[in-house]
């Protein structure tokens, strides 16, 4: 019986950032603020080392020094500033849905959203996306470093003869109906794993988190590839080993009774593209929730299935699948202004595909993506709708609504045309964006962990409902 639940881990380093010390206020004197980084392109060094921020509380006249560190202060600082009334415990940040608040300190991924600049590990994303394989990547994500062609050889190995899944969770997709979503195939079975690999609980254990890994990266296209056939009614493709993790993908998706799956090389390099470029984006919102999840110390197949979840919602990876919809509504180039129109006045929702929390221009991603497209029309013809994309771009990009609010193409604005133009459907295009996300969960839930300033994840709320009132039924006397 293999052990499991083990949570062990060595103590927390102690926060060796100094106390906020309290000074009497000292009227006149200028807040001091954080040292700019001089290129935002590099990420933000330890310049404002020993700089401070001066905050004065209006409500004492106390003043209070809080150490600024790596272009920060550190929330939990400010819970010493307090009146004098007994029940304050202190002053809190709000922050609803993060918009400026760091929750790790990680050295995966770095974006400089105003430069539209995407580098993992440093290596930039236009030279991985042009050479790297996906695998290469995902290694990459993990160790910090490229591999060695040995180190590469062995991982490709692993990976390739941890692709087969459990005969039971073939029996289990095959539970679902014929119109299920494919997103919500992926996220049970992806949970359902922790149930096929009880020990994968022992989470401080090295080798449980290599094979956990190696695992999740394996199985996942094959259940994303059993979830397609099932919806089609055709028969699963089981793994070949003779293949690459790309085809082998593709040949569990489209092999009818060939004795072997020649995949397409341009379909075949554009998804292994398509999955660098969605490798990893840092603290987003599945990234975030994979983070959150893993925090309680659970085992990775049910922290990485919270990141499934999140990224089925249509803010976030689902948008893919949402900009052809859109565009399908729109039906023809004559009707962009007026869809345009109705966006602006908030009548026909948002324009999907547009817009990101941290890019506030093009989306690096966006950009390859665009290239890639023609290299595949170029196989399979014009895409019908590529049309309408192009306008929707051009007047959204001349227009002062979008570029007021820094609004461009992201990743999932030209993804959904490719993906259609392999003939995947629809709602399968956000499988394919996280069996891409997968090594930047496991990469993100592992620093996550490995982080001894890392907790249980527990925001604050500041509560605005009733006060102590008593209780009186509404309910017939029982
Ligand atoms: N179309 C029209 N207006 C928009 C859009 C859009 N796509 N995105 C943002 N806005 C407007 C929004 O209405 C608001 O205007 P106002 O200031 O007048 O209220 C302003 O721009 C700021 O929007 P926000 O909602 O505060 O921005 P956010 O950073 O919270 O949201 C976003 C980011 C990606 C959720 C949002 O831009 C959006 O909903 N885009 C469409 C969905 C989409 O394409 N998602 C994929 C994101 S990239 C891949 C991924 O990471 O999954």
New binding site residues.
Partial sequence: MPKTGSTARPAAKKNNNKPLATTPARDGKKPVASAPTKDSAKPPAAASSGSSLEIKDTRTSKTYSVPISDGAIRAPELKKIRTNDPGDTGLMSYDP?FLNTAACRSAITFIDGDKGILRYRGYPIEQLAETATFLEVAWLLRHGELPTQQEYDQFVHDITFHTYVHENMRKFLEGFRYDAHPMAMLNSSVAGLAAFYPSARNIFDETERNISIVRLLAKTPTLAAFSYRHVKGLPFVYPDNRLSYVENFLSMIARMSESKYEANPVFARALEILFILHAD?EQ?CSTSAVRAVGSSHVDPFSAVSAGVAALFG????G?NEQVLRMISEIGNVKNVPKFIET?KSGEGG????????VYKSYDPRAKIVKKLADDVFKIVGVDKDLEIALELERIALSDDYFTS?K?YP???FYTGLIYRSMAFPTDFFTVLFAIGRMPGWLAQWEEMLLDKEQKIARPRQLYVGPAERPYRSNLKAR
Avoid: S
């Fill in positions: 849905a984006h987003n249509p803010l976030h990876g948008a966006v948002r324009l999907m595909g547009f817009g990101h929390r609010r609004l992201n990743v999932d």
